[in-house]
């Protein structure tokens, strides 16, 4: 996943670490909180170079049974919280994000411009 960000980005630079990171953080959400991450599980990623933006989507196979009635969103942080932080990154750092749900998966989508974190290529 990581070397095909990188390559559709054609580069290395402080942006695509961005793509790279953002795609990580939702590709394990999906493992973590979707039937993708049981015994035969699938997530897939996708990255499209659009005019003056990058959009990565990370389609999982659904809520887990401990997710059914909810949509991927940055959850209350506490202060001795080890973990919870993906989506407020996801939130920070990508010019927009969104979720939908379809035909029982999950994407969970982002876009980065191109002019403010990725030199164009």
Request: glycine share 14%; charged share 25%.
């Amino acid at each position: 996943m990581r070397r095909r960000i990188r390559s559709r980005t054609n580069g290395n630079g402080p942006g695509t670490d961005t793509l790279v990171l953002l795609a990580s953080e939702l590709f394990t959400n999906a493992l973590r909180h979707s039937r993708s991450g049981g015994p035969g599980g699938e997530v897939a990623v996708a990255v499209f170079k659009l005019p003056g933006r990058y959009q990565v989507r990370v389609t999982d196979q659904g809520p887990g049974e401990d997710h059914r009635s909810t949509f991927p969103h940055p959850r209350p942080l506490g202060l001795l919280d080890e973990g919870g932080f993906g989506l407020h990154l996801v939130d920070s750092e990508a010019s927009r994000w969104g979720t939908i749900r379809e035909g029982g998966r999950t994407t969970v989508w982002f876009e980065v411009d191109r002019d403010s974190h990725v030199s164009a290529s």
